[in-house]
């Protein structure tokens, strides 16, 4: 069984994100443990908690299950043609203490997915990333290219299901790829 950890970085309960994350669970093959982890709870990043108290328990659960996934899956929104601050809170405290970054991150392979209502995608924001995992040293899968979604009100109900015959075929081969990648 192969066992992949997918995070939105969005908190909306609407996220366009979030529903792109489910739609990818969904379509994830047979053989694949496509488990989809919240950030709720994971805290605003302080030095000073992580001094006093440690790691919060959110994080350290977050941690450890992106540490036993073979893969990791980022749904990230584009706010302001940039990287949303709870994805990235989220990437800085499972970062830390430096020394786990080995453990849970070096060669961690990653696919990237984004939506917006917008025309162009997530096009900058999965940019703006590239930096951030270069210095952690994650492995960002890009063999089938980039995953965006443009126009995503089109392609959700408003139940935040995938209704797009086309992007879900598109996003099955997609999660099929990463998943082979991952054997």
């Known amino acids: 069984m192969i066992r992949i950890i997918g995070i ?3 908190l909306r309960q609407q996220s366009f994100n979030s529903a792109l ?3 990818a669970a969904e379509v994830a093959p047979a053989g694949v443990d496509f488990e989809i982890r919240s950030l709720h709870e994971v805290p605003l990043y302080n030095q000073d908690v992580e001094a006093d108290a440690g790691l919060p328990a959110a994080v350290i659960e977050l941690k450890d299950a992106i540490a036993a996934a073979a893969g990791l899956v980022i749904a990230t929104p584009e706010y302001n043609a940039g990287i949303p ?8 405290w499972i970062s830390r203490p430096p020394a786990d970054i080995s ?5 961690k392979p990653v696919a990237l997915l984004g ?4 025309g162009f995608g997530t096009t900058f924001v999965q940019t703006a990333w590239l930096p951030v995992f270069r210095t952690l040293r994650m492995e960002l899968w890009v063999e089938n290219g980039p995953f965006y979604v443009s126009g995503a009100s089109n392609v959700f109900d408003e139940a935040g299901r ?4 086309e992007l879900r075929s598109r996003l099955e081969e997609y999660i099929g790829a990463f998943s082979k990648r991952l054997v």
Do not use: E
Not at 103 to 107: Q, T
């Open 21 to 23: 994350l489910r739609a």
């Open 8 to 10: 939105s970085g969005s």
């Open 162 to 165: 995938l209704i797009d015959d």
């Open 115 to 118: 939506a917006t209502p917008g």
């Open 85 to 92: 601050g709870v994805l990235k809170n989220a990437i800085d």
């Open 103 to 107: 453990r849970i991150l070096h060669g």
